[in-house]
């Protein structure tokens, strides 16, 4: 059977908009994604929904959309895969890990392009996903065919892929400033430290004490060291770039913002560098790798001088910043990104692969 | 000349209460002085001065201590050396670096206590105040009889100091979690690397566009980076921990909290632990190691269990809090911890040394 | 029944401290409770009960309390009046409306003093506590000899009563500021408006996902329009000052702090002054009663000159700051409050009760 | 001279992008003019102003915006009317408060269209300018071709106005519940009280400590009490609905959110309604009057059911939410919004003015 023709065709030159839908829409994920196609100039959202809130409208469950008309028509639906394969050519999961699975199955089988949020097809093992995740994967013969959906590193493959499993949004903001160095050699494999900080929506809408505003405003504090279940994808990344197998440390923080990563990445260059004309040659070449990477790409900003990330910079955006600084006195590269969590971490980057899966220009709905 | 004879008597026996005066009371660190001051047992607040509120009352400046009766009565005054130095046995320091030596010399000259809250005493070496904050130290000849105001580790020489130099807020939340593993051996002096949330109040009341309320609120982003002044006190006092010099990487990060700082310390046990065994018996000389430094100490929080550090458990308090954990994973031991940077971080430490310096209860007026 | 010889002798001069518990002391009001009863110069925390945590410490609980020797020994323990009564003079209830009660009733028959933080002892009439409440009131024989929390309006009768009810957030940053007018005459009693901010802690430690931080953070809201239930303490209050019944509106808003409560007031002056010399005697006259009223009262902070209450002025402390103006374009008297709704507004508040029943300085332990 | 024939034409049937430029396009609500303008599907921005910023590129200053190609080449420039004039057909002022009149002048001169954000054209009345902005009114012979941006209210004479006045945040966030109520007659002229909570930036970008994180963070306060300058505009237009002089009682409150304002507002209507009968009747005539206004208002949200209005609904869209109660206790009509300060409080309403004055669908670029 052909691959090619069971899929729904998703012409390129097409200039009627792609039908699309979204199952799982109330979460924080669903929302943005949301706002993200109801302004899409290439898509129409058909579709979202949601168990709680099926039969109210778009604009009734998130008010910021209401002056939209489509968010006055279009209500949540109990989530059913034959309804939507009927309905959609492109199927966004923003759904809970080991949920989504249940809907990709079907939603394939009948022709449906999938773009899925959740964890569960990044992972080309399912033995590594069992390990981290704690139950056996629950449709091991679909990992072949998932593409991981990181344009910037994937866009080939992503032109032709038909389940798309969007990144969480701790990798996105590791991958990203690593990749590179590493297929560059520029930086060991070994020894690899990622401190990150995260805005609370990166919990979910979830009605748990730990969450509650009093409990986070006026906190700082770290949380799920030192295994946390990202680790699987971050050095399943790495060490495909590395061509070794790759092991980090990677300590998760939170903090009172709605939105934002900022990671800290502390790396160690192949090369010493301690006299400052071999600092000024590896900083001459750290900057060449990147702008060889990313020079060209419209959402990875590459900051220049004294400039450091700021998620301020990108909340709402599906920017990455990326600076980095060498320090003699230690002899490691630091690098930081910023990104949301929620758009180039998650539903941005979603709409990203969207686009390049569809030939559109890739910031389309993105600026 | 003796010293002993020179400085005014402060007798641990005394029930009178120790007259102390604070310099430059208008900023956080001072506020947090005089809150701690005016409730404490055995000290009775005679002068505050700050230039900018002259003549003012404590409670017209800090409505907040309205209700203490010398709030009322006690104005701040223009600051002035000699008058000080004849009103209070023990005055602290809460200036910017280099200004605060300016009142140290003729304070001590004259008799009196002083605890520095700044840098200026901090170091042992000149030279290298010079090459961290850029221009000579203002008065090199005290730095030897100046003592580390880090009650736990310098309880001994602080009971005779006649100068004090408080730590700083990132170098108390970095020493007291390495110091007793590297005292210890448990831990290799190479490549430590500490990275560091902090509040907003760690940058002082300067009405600067980047401490602005829009400018830090959903904001997250490094600075200072690669080279922070307070690295030139943190190596100083690990290197004399570990008997070498010890180089360390160190990256702060503003985060939109008013007070805290949250401490995340990657580091290198100096035996292997890969196989379960291993890690046990590491595990336990840690908690041995941190039990036999800090079992005792009224201000150290040990972590058990689950737990780890939030600023929120000790915002307000002296204490600060300390979790770890081994990775055999990376063969790392990770160790975090949280601190208020103007109690723990500042004042609080500063009333602490106070109190040994006096002989009262470690506790007075902290609890 | 002679009720001063039932009461456990609670003797003004006693020297050895007062042994008090806190029934439900888990709760926000109940942690604050705890922090202020701790350092109390005149109190011995003897038990804290909660339901939730029994078995374990205070320094567990609420690591904040760690350096205290108590909260290294104190455990809570599930609440049994019976056993209360036994080890403690005084006990403050921090339980829900309706719950305060069940512990009131048997506590007060074996000769406990009862501070009561609900709402269940504030209302002189069963009546309009079923109407505000829901339900029946649970020991109405009790509503007589109940005494309203409020030292500034109800200091003599504190002074004896046995069963205090602690006023509510909201009723006293209206209470401070409007009852002197009133009862001067100075303002009508008709068409009071109350607009007040809270911040988050009022809501209690509910996971709710109104409250989570994602929810409360970035948002401003009105809630409980029109007709909240601590309307009735308020209009009762209100009424007894006026000397005729008072209904007033009151609209209670949300805002992204942890801490405090702001309330602005709308208030019709009996004498008209739109001249500018009406204008200035009426103010005399507002200062003039303020002054009578609060001049002396150590909590209630009354601005001059330009200040406006700012509720991080007030925030950790007991106190309340009032200021008023004059419009001579709409002829109101706008006053405004600012208060900690956990301290004066609810815990500080209770203590400051406790200090005038028991003849302490009324500032003890709230400094 | 015939006005029609002097102003470029801005005709509503062109398919090209109307030239547009943003003079003072550094602050909070330029920034947000360029957010709105960059996507607008029939503007292109050709200049943007800013003394600080001249040379530098949007993207550079504005770190959100890199991903778009115009952020990157479109550079700040020196403002100068007469390059201005040459540039764009339509120029947006985000000017300080006199400081705008003195580009309209020359601007119009040249036949350009002015959108202006500052208050500068506003009042019909120099005179009330002159009381309430302590200064003379810079240009008042174009006071009466100024049209006031409220699109909802002014739709017909935005339609040809060569000059448009944006109201300010305030201002709109009353002006929209109240005007309706006023001509339908249902709420008397007198009384009216306002009380509006705003968000930080609503101070603008100015380093003055009254704004930094930890003087605001935590802080409720009122401030302006009790004349504010933008009274000025609102009682013009609230006179104007009514059709008699009105004058309002108006308390700004400034809360820790970076956008937003919650507007309360106290209002009498003209019936009694005490009775139930009364109540329904008067609920159903606000209903009416309310969707006759605004029922096809696609910025305006009636809020139906328990729904109240919340900022976080609106931040980021050119949304207000309106919602009210009756209180048959006080007799009061209560009616709140919320709204973006930046986008319907300013930029958002002034790029509906543009697309109204241009003929362009209404939400064109603000979905």
Redesign the interface.
Known sequence: MNAEKTVKSVAPESRSPVPVAIVGASG?SGEELVRLL??HPHAELVAVTSRQYAGQSLAQVF??F???PRAQTLRFTEPNADLLARQAQVVFLALPHGVAAEFAVPLLAQGCQVIDLSADFRLRSAAVYEEFYGHPHPAPELLAQAVYGLPELYREPLREARLIAAPGCYPTSILLPVVPLLRAGLIKPAGI?A?S?S???GAG?????D?????????????G???HRHLSEIEQELSLAAGTPV???F?P?L????????T?L?LAPTKHFQQAAEASELGDQVVACYRAAYGKE??V?LLAGKS????????????I?IAW???P??G?L?V?S?EDNLVKGASGQAIQCFNVRCGWPE?AG??
């Open positions: 924080y109801l302004t008010p910021r209401a002056s939209h430290i401190d900080l805005g609370v929506s809408r979830k009605a748990e004490a969450y509650l505003f009093v409990e986070c405003n006026e906190s700082l504090r770290p949380y060291v030192p295994k092991v980090i440390q300590t923080h903090a009172p913002v709605n939105r934002g990563i900022l800290t502390y419209p959402f900003r450091l990330p700021d998620t301020k910079n990108v909340v709402g955006t599906n920017l910043e600084r060498l320090d006195r230690t490691r630091i930081m910023a910031t993105l600026l």
